[in-house]
């Protein structure tokens, strides 16, 4: 088994300059657009740890508490929380930030899984994750505690 890496290594951080083709007609970031973005800056934190290709599985709620106005800052950081055998739970928070004064305010947040990929597209072990602050193993255990309510959701599939 390989060693544990740590989830440190594995922080992302990616700014956007909100332009106008990235706005509805109310001049704010489209909501999809900021969705692609989180998934983008969790892919790469995933990736990251991994070192293998990684595919989305899924993407927890996504609430929008502040928009982000054309001309401002999106600044996405993301971080594998905890790691499940092949799936990665990977936490992506994004602030706006206005670039005259500097002013910051939580846009939204999401947990996202990753599945590990091997070289034959297969699901593959991810690396263990070290945990070596109190804020990481904090976020180890609520990742936990999401995936078995995750688990726990789930339909039947039909046969």
């Known amino acids: 088994m390989p060693a544990p890496k740590p989830a440190a290594d594995s922080r992302v951080e990616v700014t956007h300059l909100v332009m106008p083709f990235d706005a509805n007609t109310l001049g704010t970031a489209f909501g999809g657009t900021v969705m692609q973005w ?14 293998v290709p990684v595919v989305t599985a899924s993407i927890d709620q996504l609430s929008f508490l502040a928009p982000i106005r054309i001309g401002q800052m999106a600044i ?3 971080q594998v929380n905890a790691v499940f055998g092949s799936s990665m739970e990977v ?3 994004v602030q706006t930030e206005d670039p005259l004064t500097g002013e910051r ?3 939204c947040d999401a ?4 599945v590990a990929l091997g070289p034959d597209g297969q699901p593959t ?18 990742a936990g505690e999401r995936r078995a309510a995750r688990l726990a959701s789930r339909t039947p599939r039909a046969p």
């Open 38 to 51: 989180t998934d983008l800056t969790a892919a790469m934190a995933a990736m990251r740890h991994a070192r």
């Open 76 to 78: 996405l950081h993301g």
């Open 91 to 93: 936490g992506v928070e």
């Open 105 to 107: 305010k939580k846009c």
């Open 111 to 114: 947990y996202l899984t990753f």
């Open 125 to 142: 072990r991810a690396p263990p994750l070290r945990t070596d602050t109190d804020d990481e193993r904090r976020r180890e255990r609520e």
